[in-house]
């Protein structure tokens, strides 16, 4: 394998702040960097339109125009139509609003599948239905691989199955898993998926209608962009599930039923920021012109998994080969099962003190539970604060600075 790919780093880092680029930041699974493009749009839109928008004078058109732009090309970017994505305050924010949507379509006793991977956010929504006599069914991982078996699924799944909450890549484990499959398996009984796509957005490309997922979540400030989520939802669910935004909404308003805490109109309008970045990108990389926004992202994203394959080989032939680490999730760099996010436990080190140890040589990692708690207890990590490490990659790593976090972490760990 080679260990450069020609996505040419220099001109995708010109596209942030330099300051970004005085540490070695593998702490992107937490928060990725936001390019100038984004910032932009967001300070072009609070300084010539911030006022209500939809009303007839200029600042105000002007204003809701680069809002529906906004919108519209995170529709294309996963691959929906306008009004089956719904842009609101968080993903955690979106599961909780999505699970009071659907719960009255559910009766007593029917049960909900809740993979053990999950973040909290497409979990403990789910959980919260119990008060309302769904029963709660969990999905365990087996091993440190972190696989989401299916045999387990279609053992748990039965005609009371209501719906099948996982991750397409946990924050944690890094694993790619099999969204079509699992999603075909779920659908055989007639139950329903919620995937949670934040720690996957940022790596590889979306296509909801393609993968056939009912619902489809991930979080914009991960994907290089502001603080904001994103649901997708089929449109024939959305419209049967209950409007969770004021009553003079109609249930068949899917743009506005979903989002009870109403439009940031800021952050909306600098989504196009993103796309704006992917195509400064797009257009130095490809001669093809390519009119849909979709297929350019797609084309992209090809080009930062080629990329983001050679940085986990790096790392992960120098973490395999530690007797004295646990690695969470595959093993494999192939960029078809695994994205850059790595977890480990030492079995001599705390992992806040290699954390900090590793920030001497400028490094930035991250170590905890990551909000996937439950995850981390059933490894059987005792203390869940200190949890495990994480060292989390975006495309816009380089392998040098690979090379210096296997450099300190081997100083470190000795
Ligand atoms: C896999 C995963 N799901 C969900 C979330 C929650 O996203 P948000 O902060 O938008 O609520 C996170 C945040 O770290 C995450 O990593």
Redesign the pocket.
Known sequence: MPERTDLDLSFVREQYPKNHWDWAFFEN??GAFVPHSVVQRISSYMTETQVQPGYPYPESTDAAERMNLGHQLMAEFVGADIDEITISP????NVYVLAQALRHLWKKDDEIIVATLN?E??SGPWRRLEEFGLKIVEWPIESDTAELNLDTLDKLLNKKTQLVAF?HV??VAGNVNDVPSITKLAHSVGALVCV?G??YAPHRALSVKEWDVDFYLF?F?KVFGPHM?CLYGKQEILRKARGQYHYFFEEDDLLHKMNPAGPNHESIASLVGIADYFDTLYAHHFDKDEPSFFARSQALYAKFAEHEQVLSRKFLDFITSREDVRLIGRHESDKNIRVPTFSFISNKMGSEEIARAVSRDKVAISFGH??AKRLIESLGVKDTEDGVVRCSMAHYNTVDEVDTLIRSLERVLG
């Open positions: 699974a937490g968080s993903t955690s924010f973040h956010a497409n991750p946990s924050n949670d934040v720690a979080s400030y989520g990551f909000y």
